[in-house]
T-cell receptor, first 112, second 109 residues
Framework: EAQVTQNPRYLITVTGKKLTVTCSQN?????MSWYRQDPGLGLRQIYY???????DKGDVPEGYKVSRKEKRNFPLILESPSPNQTSLYFC???????????FGPGTRLTVL | KQEVTQIPAALSVPEGENLVLNCSFT??????LQWFRQDPGKGLTSLLL?????REQTSGRLNASLDKSSGRSTLYIAASQPGDSATYLC????????FGAGTILRVKS
C-alpha cells in the first residue's frame, strides 16, 4: 500500500530532551516536507527536501533540523525542544513539489 | 506574501443538501490549487488538484473550480452525506504550498 508513515504518533517529552520524528514513504517520491499544524495558524511548512541531500527551510524552521540521506526517509529532529514546539506535525511527500501531496497520519507532540 | 482564506469557517447542513465551500487567495501567480480533507486525529487526504491552466476538476460528487484571475476557488459537494463530515482545506502552490485555515463541515443525518 502506498503510504507515508510517521513515528511516533504521540509523544510527550520535557524541555531540552532531544527527539527525532521519523518519516518514511514507499512511493519513490522526490519531494518531501514537514508541516506543523496549530489552532488558528493552520498548516505551516517547517522544512522541505527536493531530493536526496537537498533540503531547505520553510516558513518556520527555527528549532528544527532535518536530513535526507535516503530518498524514502526524511526525519525531523528537535535538538532542544521547547513548549512552543507543542504541535501536530505532518510529513508529506509528492513526485514533484507541484504535484499532489500525500500526507502521513501526523505526530502529536507535547513538550512540557 | 500569499494569503489563503476559507469561508465559511464552519458549516452544518442536513444530509442530502448540495453545498459550496469557498477559498480565496491574494496572489494569482500559482501553479495549482489543491483541496484536502482532514478527519479528526488523522492526516490530510488530497481530494482534487487543479492546475493553473484548468478551470475545474471533478471526482465523484466533488467538483472544484478555479478562477485564477479573481483569486478564487470553490469546492462543490453534491448530495452531502454524514461521511462527508470533516475539515476541508485548500492550498495554493506558487513558490511554496500555502494552506487556508479550513472549513469544518458537519453533515447531519
Amino acid at each position: 500500500e502506498a503510504q507515508v508513515t510517521q513515528n511516533p504518533r504521540y509523544l510527550i517529552t520535557v524541555t531540552g530532551k532531544k527527539l527525532t520524528v521519523t518519516c518514511s514513504q514507499n512511493m519513490n517520491h522526490e519531494y518531501m516536507s514537514w508541516y506543523r499544524q496549530d489552532p488558528g495558524l493552520g498548516l505551516r511548512q517547517i522544512y522541505y527536501s527536493m531530493n536526496v541531500e537537498v533540503t531547505d527551510k520553510g516558513d518556520v524552521p527555527e528549532g528544527y533540523k532535518v536530513s535526507r540521506k535516503e530518498k524514502r526517509n526524511f526525519p525531523l529532529i528537535l535538538e532542544s525542544p521547547s513548549p512552543n514546539q507543542t504541535s501536530l506535525y505532518f510529513c508529506a511527500s509528492s513526485p514533484d513539489r507541484a504535484d499532489t501531496q500525500y500526507f502521513g497520519p501526523g505526530t502529536r507532540l507535547t513538550v512540557l | 506574501k500569499q494569503e489563503v482564506t476559507q469561508i465559511p469557517a464552519a458549516l452544518s447542513v442536513p444530509e442530502g443538501e448540495n453545498l459550496v465551500l469557498n477559498c480565496s487567495f491574494t496572489d494569482s501567480a500559482i501553479y495549482n490549487l489543491q483541496w484536502f480533507r482532514q478527519d479528526p486525529g488523522k492526516g490530510l487526504t488530497s481530494l482534487l488538484l487543479i492546475q493553473s491552466s484548468q478551470r475545474e476538476q471533478t471526482s465523484g460528487r466533488l467538483n472544484a473550480s478555479l478562477d485564477k484571475s479573481s483569486g478564487r476557488s470553490t469546492l462543490y459537494i453534491a448530495a452531502s452525506q454524514p461521511g462527508d463530515s470533516a475539515t476541508y482545506l485548500c492550498a495554493v502552490y506558487g513558490n511554496k504550498l500555502v494552506f487556508g485555515a479550513g472549513t469544518i463541515l458537519r453533515v447531519k443525518s
